[in-house]
């Protein structure tokens, strides 16, 4: 059974830095596309960043880009979110996601397999 599990979520200050980590099992995740997602206190999930398959293209929302990087590592089929910069407004549980499509992980939820979520609160 294909399983995602993030990791690396916890406690920041403003200004700081986290990296999550999206590890994959059950499946070898080679030739997904991946994304990041999160969903604020109160608020709808929102997308945050996406990579293709082979890591060759990289997407991001507005509000992270320039402080957000999003990288891939097959060999130990493996996703990672470096976070600098971090923001309040940054608080959220991040989910990762997986999908054949790349175009789906960018501009879709309805993806094929979803993390449990990992929580970073950002403290201003």
């Known amino acids: 059974q294909a399983q995602l599990v993030e990791s690396g979520g916890g406690l920041e200050q403003a200004g700081g830095s986290l990296k999550l980590s999206c590890a994959a099992s059950g499946r070898t995740f080679s030739r997904y596309a991946m994304g990041w997602f999160r969903q604020a206190p109160g608020k709808e999930r929102e997308f945050v960043a996406a990579?293709?398959?082979?890591?060759?293209?990289?997407y991001y929302a507005g509000s992270v880009k320039g402080r957000f990087t999003i990288s891939k590592d097959n060999a130990k089929n493996t996703m990672y979110l470096q976070m600098s910069s971090l923001k309040p407004e940054d608080t959220a549980v991040y989910y990762c996601?997986?999908?054949?499509?790349?175009?789906?992980?960018?501009?879709?939820?309805?993806?094929?397999?979803w993390g449990q979520g990992t929580l970073v609160t950002v403290s201003s």
């Open positions: 990579i293709s398959w082979s890591g060759g293209s990289t």
């Open positions: 996601a997986a999908d054949r499509s790349y175009v789906r992980v960018t501009d879709s939820e309805n993806l094929e397999v």
